[in-house]
């Protein structure tokens, strides 16, 4: 795993205004970021991120029977009691999921540490699975990286596919719903929907905001059409404590994610993956944490549904403090620290995508500080062999 | 190869190459569980009341038939069924659970409609005879498969309130 310094394509922008990619700059800060890439070799790739997602992926899975049929752990989880008949049912019917993306830190050396599971409402996918791969081809194309080389990044292929998988599932209408206001959240379920057209799909999309409730308690479209099949990219557990989430058992429309990924995407699931496979090499130790106590060092906290790298404590090994501010409150966890591939101050976190249950590419986030936030930049990775044959790395 | 073959994109962009397959429908046409239920919608229960009828006797002619309840059982589900007899042969047929009002309007009044019956899948989708699918005659093996598949949700519902699902992550976007 190397950080190569890259020319930029002269016309990127103007790419990334062709297929509607709005979000390449946050607040003026640039956050698509090729003015370097990363370069694994393809044995790293397989060895050290495909398999072990794969690996993981089944792990988790297999866990999640158990969860939801225990109250203790439903509990320990912090998801509301309400719901928790509703999650067990969807796992036991199946209800169909789609995507997810861990997070690993990994240098390209030893094992690479599972950090988290983001299977509710991962980001970073258009550009994961669309942009990330035509700078490939471009770089490819101006003769600046070498045809031979390839990506880890079979994820439109593999979204495409999962979407034909289950569209017989579906009711209809099936309608993509985000945060009306944020462009970022936007772009990404526009990408899925794409994806899902693709597949041969119907479908459309509806701002998280505008979503009715009937009398008798089921959800609608701005038209009155009641909603047969609803992907939020949205977290779960806002949903349950919102005031239309006491009906989300009985109304009747099919979300997606599932209810069960509710107990995937908790950062509960990092201790109970310990607890069961206690030892494993791509496993942090991890417990759960009243947060009262003092974090030792080399420890890092975390409250259980914390996103984008919010309300994070880290107690450096070598005593250092760092901390993250956010809206998250307790309970909390506590996995043993381990650092990211640092290069020149610049952390990368390797973002792992499953799709379906495939582990099908990756997408790496830089930030300056050792806990990745949403400002954190894309930047593109390249698999090379070790020579690489890079003309101006 | 480690990577996609291609990408594409269909939707998103400057030149979508089609839009119309998220766009929506527009035919007037709704899927009703009941007679009441088409009459709350369209607030015309003439109609209503006619299109009810061609339907059920539209059902008779097209719906699909099976040789044996089992059959229609696997096809349709458990209490779904009911038995025909037509000359000395008997045969077996979902029943119509819903039907469809197709409505011409003009002017804000009915110019005229078309209507057709409705039946369910064993997983609960809703289908249709497909186009000429062929009215009534004898059991024809795979008859079934003349069926189309119905887009429409059955009886759209008036929204008493929205707002109630984004307060949380509000503005800052919610995903990660």
């Known amino acids: 795993m190397r950080r190569l310094a890259m020319p930029e394509r002269v016309n990127w922008r103007a790419r990334a205004a062709d297929s509607g990619f709005v979000f390449h700059t946050i607040d003026g800060e640039p956050y698509w970021d090729e003015s370097a890439c990363y370069a694994f070799t393809m044995r790293e790739i397989e060895e050290g991120l495909e398999a072990p997602t794969e690996e993981l992926h089944g792990m988790a899975l297999d866990l999640v029977g158990d969860i939801v049929a225990s109250e203790a752990r439903m509990r320990e989880l912090d998801i509301p009691e309400p719901f928790w008949d509703w999650i067990a049912r969807s796992w036991k019917n199946g209800d169909p999921h789609l995507y997810g993306r861990m997070d690993f830190a990994w240098d390209g050396h030893g094992p690479a540490k599972l950090l988290e599971l983001n299977y509710d409402t991962p980001t970073s996918l258009f550009e994961s699975a669309f942009f990330q791969w035509q700078w490939l081809d471009d770089q490819q194309s101006s003769g600046r990286l070498p045809a031979a080389a390839d990506q880890y990044n079979s994820i439109y292929e593999s979204l495409v596919e999962a979407f034909g998988a289950i569209a017989r599932r579906l009711p209809r209408p099936f309608l993509f719903a985000a945060v009306r206001n944020s462009a970022e959240d936007q772009g990404t379920i526009d990408y899925l929907r794409d994806c899902a057209v693709q597949a041969g799909i119907e479908c459309g999309s509806i701002a998280i905001e505008d979503i009715g409730l009937t009398a008798d308690h089921r959800y609608t479209d701005l038209d009155d059409n009641v909603i047969g099949t609803l992907f939020k990219l949205y977290p779960l557990e806002d949903l349950f404590r919102e005031p239309f989430g006491a009906h989300l058992p009985n109304a009747g429309t099919l979300l997606i994610e599932p209810p069960w990924k509710a107990v995937l995407s908790n950062k509960g699931i990092l201790p109970l993956l310990w607890d069961r496979h206690r030892g494993h090499p791509n496993l942090l130790p991890a417990f759960f944490d009243d947060g009262r106590d003092a974090l030792p060092p080399g420890w890092v906290r975390k409250p259980l549904h914390s996103r984008e790298g919010a309300n994070i404590q880290m107690h450096l090994p070598h005593g250092e403090h760092l901390a993250s501010t956010g809206p998250y409150g307790g309970p909390f966890v506590r996995q043993q620290f381990h650092a990211l591939a640092a290069h020149d101050g610049r952390h990368a976190l390797l973002g792992s995508w499953v799709v379906g249950d495939r582990a099908c590419g990756l997408g790496v986030r830089e930030d300056a500080s050792a806990i990745t936030r949403d400002g954190a930049r894309f930047v593109p990775h390249v698999i090379l062999e070790e020579d690489g044959g890079v003309l101006e790395a | ?176």
């Open chain 2, 1 to 176: 190869m480690k990577r996609s073959r291609t990408v594409a994109l269909l939707v998103m962009g400057t030149a979508p190459l089609f839009l119309a397959a998220c766009s929506k429908e527009s035919e007037v046409e709704g899927l009703y569980t009941s007679l009441e239920s088409c009459v709350a919608q369209t607030n015309d229960s003439y109609t209503c009341g006619e299109a009810f009828k061609n339907a059920k006797q539209e059902a008779e002619a097209t719906a699909p038939r099976y040789a044996s309840r089992e059959e229609c059982v696997a096809a349709h589900g458990e209490g779904q069924c009911e038995a025909r007899q037509a000359g000395s042969q008997s045969y077996f047929m979902p029943l119509m659970t819903g039907f469809l009002l197709g409505q011409m309007l003009r002017g804000g009044q009915t110019a005229g409609f078309t209507s057709s019956p409705a039946f369910k899948d064993r997983n609960g989708n809703w289908q249709r005879p497909a186009p000429g699918a062929g009215a009534g005659g004898v059991y024809r093996p795979g008859a079934a498969t003349a069926m189309a598949p119905v887009a429409q949700q059955p009886d759209r519902a008036p929204t008493a309130s929205r707002g109630g699902f984004g307060d949380r992550s509000g503005d800052r976007g919610a995903a990660t």
